[in-house]
């Protein structure tokens, strides 16, 4: 720089440029990582297209397989899967808390791969497989690359194979809700409790039901000689608190040990509307045909708005051959005609009415047998038969509410010489019982008739209550290993609600529905299941 002369009447300044970039990182193993980071950043952007064609430089002699949604290749339990280069994998992580019972530290953090590269093993074979999350339009969306140095019919051997693992069933149940099929792990391990023992019905009618159900699997080559489609509706119907929730789940959990997949629809709202859920529905119990189809409130599905499209579905041009469509409701008077009463529909029907004295006494010799190791509780024939005489118009839901209440009350007891008899504390509880009983009684027209004056409708009686709790167990974390610290999932996070996003969209599919559950990808998948069962398998990388 010039000396300074105080007589000029300028002054010049020069400066040495500082060199304020990033500190040069050192070079990972994955060719491919810089430029994709920088393609992403251009003007005009094919991030698909790019990438297979860059793949292709870099891998020349590789055949190149690409896919989007529904498979899941990390998740599949027959590859060795690691990162290729893992200071170069991005990821977003989330904590999935469980239960509070588990503990203040019960979760998991789960890794949403935004950027990976993998190296696959399958069959003794290497594969490599990219996955890469990107912006298209307003979504995000995931694109996945499979390279393998050979013929393209080994890495779609592979894909197919990942893709038929996905779409099968591993103790889970098939649940449609909010426009999306989903699969249900703790519906599954709460249909697990069920158990025809614990359905306190008349032998007959248990069996009929039982007939009807399981022996429509089994009469197909009848159907076909006879020349009429493979089909069947039945509706359970009655008031509630009377069987329909244990007998369904009965019945789901033996349709499934069974290989009969149970299929259950909560609501046919969705963004496609209720016919374009009922396409779906419908589509899909015809893919997993045979199967049982549950309707939950059959009244409450069908309406006067969507009833002639679902009668089209159910006959119409499609083939049904395998479906068995079992619905409930506690209101049968409410059902169209068309609906209830037409041949090849719901012609079968099976009343869950109050129990009569015969059931009354069954369900309560299902208590003196439950109760007959506990010293402390003095439960006669003669109670029995009090019971039995002063519970009439009770549904199994009031007898159990009479039995628990009074076991609770009388457990509440410090002082054992305030401590009234299990007699005495039961007939007080059907005291209360009875009162509110008869001060919510509905008025006949309200209820409308109840017996069975329909076409097909089974002879006996029956019970009542509303299909599937939603309040099922929590995850227990005590089944994860101590080696499962990090688990991998490809997709994306809604970051206003830290919910997961299956990742692509499907074309015109729309985002997670307002309200989705937290841990729940935008189809349903419980992240906390998916955690598990990657826990299980030993592995750290799950979709």
């Given at each position: ?12 300044i ?15 193993k ?25 793949l ?6 590789a ?5 989007t ?5 990390l ?23 469980l ?9 998991v ?18 594969f490599?497989?990219y996955?890469m ?40 149940i ?6 999306f ?16 023992k ?5 032998d ?7 007939k ?19 089909k069947r ?5 009655g ?18 040990a ?14 496609k ?7 779906d ?6 893919r ?7 309707l ?7 309406n ?26 506690n ?8 609906l ?6 719901f012609?079968?029907?099976f ?18 047998h ?9 439960f006669?024939?003669?109670?029995l ?6 519970t ?24 054992p010489k ?13 005291t ?16 409308g008739?109840?017996?069975?004056n ?13 299909i ?7 995850i ?6 101590q ?17 997961f ?18 841990g ?10 998916r955690?598990?069962?990657a ?9």
């Amino acid at each position: 720089m010039a000396p300074r002369n105080s007589n000029d009447p300028f002054v010049v300044i020069s400066t040495r440029e500082e060199d304020f970039s990033r500190p040069h990182l050192p070079e990972g193993k994955d060719p491919l990582y810089g430029p994709w980071g920088e393609h992403g950043s251009a003007k005009f952007e094919d991030p698909v297209g790019f990438a297979v064609r860059k793949l292709r430089e870099i891998h020349p002699k590789a055949s190149i397989v690409l896919f989007t949604y529904g498979i899941d290749l990390l998740g599949f339990p027959k590859v060795q899967v690691e990162p290729i280069s893992p200071p170069e994998v991005i990821t977003n992580s989330v904590f999935i808390p469980l239960a509070r019972r588990m503990g203040e530290d019960a979760g998991v953090l789960v890794n949403n791969v935004r950027f990976g590269a993998f190296k696959v093993t399958w069959q003794n074979l290497n594969f490599i497989y990219y996955t890469m999350l990107f912006l298209h339009g307003a979504f995000e969306n995931v694109q996945n690359f499979v390279l393998f140095e050979g013929p393209e019919e080994v890495p779609r051997a592979l894909v197919s194979a990942a893709g038929s693992y996905s779409a099968s069933l591993h103790e889970e149940i098939y649940v449609f809700d909010s426009g999306f099929w989903q699969k249900d792990r703790k519906l599954w391990l709460e249909i697990q409790k069920a158990n025809w023992k614990d359905v306190i019905l008349k032998d007959e009618f248990k069996k009929g039901l039982q007939k009807d159900v399981f022996g429509f699997f089994d009469s197909e080559d009848m159907y076909h000689d006879l020349g009429i489609p493979w089909k069947r509706g039945i509706i359970m119907h009655g008031p509630p608190g009377n069987g329909k929730t244990i007998s369904m789940k009965a019945i789901m959990k033996q349709a499934d040990a069974n290989n009969y997949a149970p299929l259950y629809v909560r609501s046919f709202r969705s963004w496609k509307g209720e016919e374009g859920a009922m396409v779906d529905v419908f589509d899909h119990a015809r893919r997993m045909a045979p199967c049982v189809l549950i309707l939950e409130d059959l009244d409450s599905l069908i309406n006067n708005q969507n009833r002639s499209f679902f009668l089209n579905q159910l006959d119409g041009l499609d083939s049904n051959d395998g479906l068995l469509i079992i619905g409930t409701t506690n209101h049968l008077q409410n059902i169209d005609p068309a609906l209830r009463s037409r041949p090849s529909r719901f012609d079968r029907k099976f009343p869950f009415n109050d129990p009569d004295p015969t059931e009354r006494k069954l369900y309560c010799q299902y208590w003196q047998h439950k109760l007959a190791s506990n010293d402390e509780i003095d439960f006669p024939d003669s109670l029995l038969d009090e019971i039995v005489d002063v519970t009439d118009k009770f549904s199994f839901a009031f007898l159990k509410e009479a039995f628990v209440s009074a076991l609770v009350t009388l457990a509440g007891y410090d002082d054992p010489k305030k401590k009234p008899s299990f007699g005495e504390e039961i007939k007080t509880q059907i005291t209360t019982l009875r009162k509110q009983l008869n001060s919510d009684a509905p008025s006949s027209d309200v209820c409308g008739d109840t017996s069975d004056n329909f076409p097909g409708a089974w002879t006996g009686s029956a019970s009542r209550t509303p299909i599937m709790n939603n309040e099922l167990p929590r995850i227990d974390a005590r089944r994860f290993e101590q080696n499962t610290d990090r688990i991998w999932v490809a997709g994306s996070v809604d970051p206003m609600h830290g919910r997961f996003q299956r990742s692509p969209l499907m074309p015109g599919e729309m985002p997670a529905p307002a309200g989705a559950e937290d841990g729940m990808t935008r189809d349903g998948r419980d992240m906390r299941s998916r955690a598990l069962q990657a826990a299980a398998l030993g592995r750290s990388f799950l979709f």
